[in-house]
């Protein structure tokens, strides 16, 4: 009776995965501290997990604002822009 239900919590399955995807999750798992089985069954545990549902992406409302238009002033006329920089309203 004590082994039929331990037996009914774990399964065993054998997979057939690639090899460089099997040889990435053993580098993984050894890196993170642990085994190959907890590593597999935390990616899939994450790849079950619902999802949220998808947020629109944010676009962003500028206001407009009335205005005029800047003085003509050419930037290159040193002499011309601190003139107009230097004039009192």
Do not use: I, N, Q
Not at 11 to 30: C, G, P
Not at 49 to 54: D, N, Y
Not at 71 to 82: E, G, I, K, M, N
Request: proline residues 9%.
């Amino acid at each position: 009776m004590y082994g039929s239900m331990l037996w009914s919590a774990h399964m065993k399955t054998t997979l057939d995965l690639d090899d460089v995807l099997l040889m990435e999750a053993k580098r993984r798992a050894s890196l993170s501290g642990c085994t190959l089985k907890a590593f597999v069954e935390e990616a899939l545990r994450a790849r079950l997990l619902p999802r949220p549902e998808a947020v629109p992406p944010f676009k962003l409302k500028l206001p407009v604002v009335d205005g005029s238009a800047p003085p003509a002033v050419d930037v290159a006329d040193r002499r011309t822009l601190y003139d107009f920089m230097s004039d009192d309203p």
